[in-house]
């Protein structure tokens, strides 16, 4: 079931498309393994004007090998959009949607350095469970070396 509302007052995540295993071929060789799994992929717009200022996406799925390598969901605000609290705000609709689909905890994994998204994930509830050394699956898909795991319930 899709979340009927992904919108605050601020921002809407447009549905963009949704991968799973029927589209293997349309990944990246090294993003093959993530296909077990439906992947919602939504677009950040602003509802004033409907500019797009990102992405953001949401996996649905237990399977380890991607929690471990990973996590749930993944998030980028494009440049010009940045320190405008947009991430916070589809940070908290993902985690919304998330619980819907009885996904809990949700993990979200940050490189260490990167501190206005760890600020953005922590202004949303999501905690600091460790730092770990990125797996080669994460290495492939141009994470790591090290990525700081974050989990909200």
Request: glycine share 6%; with cysteine.
């Given at each position: 079931m899709m979340h009927e509302k992904l919108a605050d007052d601020i921002v809407e995540l447009r549905l963009l498309r949704v991968l799973g295993p029927d589209n293997?071929?349309?990944?990246?060789?090294?993003?093959?393994?993530?296909a077990a799994a439906?992947?919602?992929r939504f677009a950040i717009h602003l509802k004033s004007d409907g500019q797009r200022v990102g992405r953001i996406h949401l996996r649905i799925t237990t399977d380890e090998t991607i929690l471990?390598?990973?996590?749930?969901?993944?998030?980028?605000v494009d440049e010009p959009h940045r320190r405008r609290g947009y991430a916070?705000?589809?940070l908290r609709l993902i985690r919304d949607l998330a619980k819907?689909?009885?996904?809990?905890?949700l993990w979200i994994f940050?490189?260490?350095d990167n501190v206005a998204s760890r600020r953005a994930v922590e202004g949303v509830g999501f905690r600091l469970v460790d730092t770990v050394d990125a797996s080669p699956e994460a290495i492939s898909l141009g994470l790591g070396p090290t990525l700081c795991r974050?989990?909200?319930?």
């Amino acid at each position: 079931m899709m979340h009927e509302k992904l919108a605050d007052d601020i921002v809407e995540l447009r549905l963009l498309r949704v991968l799973g295993p029927d589209n293997v071929a349309d990944r990246a060789p090294e993003a093959r393994f993530l296909a077990a799994a439906p992947e919602y992929r939504f677009a950040i717009h602003l509802k004033s004007d409907g500019q797009r200022v990102g992405r953001i996406h949401l996996r649905i799925t237990t399977d380890e090998t991607i929690l471990r390598a990973i996590g749930h969901s993944g998030y980028e605000v494009d440049e010009p959009h940045r320190r405008r609290g947009y991430a916070t705000r589809a940070l908290r609709l993902i985690r919304d949607l998330a619980k819907e689909h009885q996904i809990s905890p949700l993990w979200i994994f940050i490189a260490p350095d990167n501190v206005a998204s760890r600020r953005a994930v922590e202004g949303v509830g999501f905690r600091l469970v460790d730092t770990v050394d990125a797996s080669p699956e994460a290495i492939s898909l141009g994470l790591g070396p090290t990525l700081c795991r974050y989990a909200a319930e």
